[in-house]
């Protein structure tokens, strides 16, 4: 019942965007602002053609690439920081300073020393979100239970034992909690890479419409994207983020 509820409040909340969108559109009957049948018939076309599968096939296998690494090069030196004061504070100056590189000098860096390759692109994203990764789990590791972590040296609990059954269940909240922010931050860094250095993907294709003026493509791709993230959000992310809460 709560979740026919909760879909059908969001299919009203949906319908409400796309009718203010209508009504904008009819209002102002200009041609930087397309209706949605416009948007949808580009949308169709280009699923149609086979062009847009085929870009957004190459951005989501850029995404996900990005995204694990990320989280996996984060999360290991969160738990080591937020475990290790010493080592904390020698390179918590590093961290601040790469939170606020901006990320578009990252990307032209990764270009310019490594050339516009597929490595390149996703190690300028990659590098773009471990720091944001890194502040959420140190933040959760140094906030972990130090009773259950004082009952893992009474049992003489190894390393992979106490990391796998005590401070990973504690940490799964934090861990989800930079999963859901970082796939919003990689997927938007992404389409810049795409748009300064790459021959394909969603982010090569909008900078290509920008060009033409063509402002249906521009939106029919965008529209495709959000759709595609929703669904990672609704059916990945937010049962694990349900499943994360129950060792409490």
């Not at 970082?182 to 992404?190: E, N, S, T, Y």
Request: hydrophobic content about 55%; overall charge positive.
């Amino acid at each position: 019942m709560m979740l026919r509820s909760s879909f059908l409040n969001s299919m009203l909340s949906l319908g409400l965007l796309i009718l203010i969108w209508q009504l904008a559109a009819v209002t102002f009957n200009s041609p930087v602002l397309p209706s949605p049948l416009l948007v949808y018939k580009t949308l169709a076309h280009a699923i149609q053609t086979h062009e847009l599968p085929h870009h957004l096939g190459v951005t989501l296998y850029r995404l996900i690439i990005s995204f694990f690494l990320a989280m996996l090069i984060g999360t290991a030196i969160g738990i080591l920081l937020g475990r290790h004061n010493s080592l904390n504070q020698f390179f918590d100056s590093w961290l601040i300073i790469l939170l606020n590189i901006p990320a578009l000098v990252t990307i032209i860096l990764c270009y310019i020393w490594f050339g516009l390759v597929e490595t390149a692109a996703i190690f300028a994203v990659v590098i773009n979100k471990i720091p944001n990764v890194i502040v959420t789990i140190r933040e959760g590791t140094k906030n972990l239970d130090e009773h259950l972590m004082e009952m893992t040296r009474a049992y003489r609990f190894g390393r992979y034992k106490t990391l796998r059954h005590v401070i990973l269940p504690q940490l799964f909240p934090y861990i989800m909690a930079a999963a859901r922010t970082g796939l919003a931050l990689i997927w938007k860094i992404i389409l810049v890479v795409e748009m300064l250095g790459r021959s394909d993907g969603m982010g090569y294709q909008i900078h290509l419409f920008f060009q033409l003026f063509d402002i249906p493509s521009i939106m029919a791709y965008t529209v495709s994207f959000i759709i595609v993230i929703q669904l990672i959000e609704s059916m990945i992310l937010k049962p694990l983020d349900k499943k994360s809460q129950r060792w409490k």
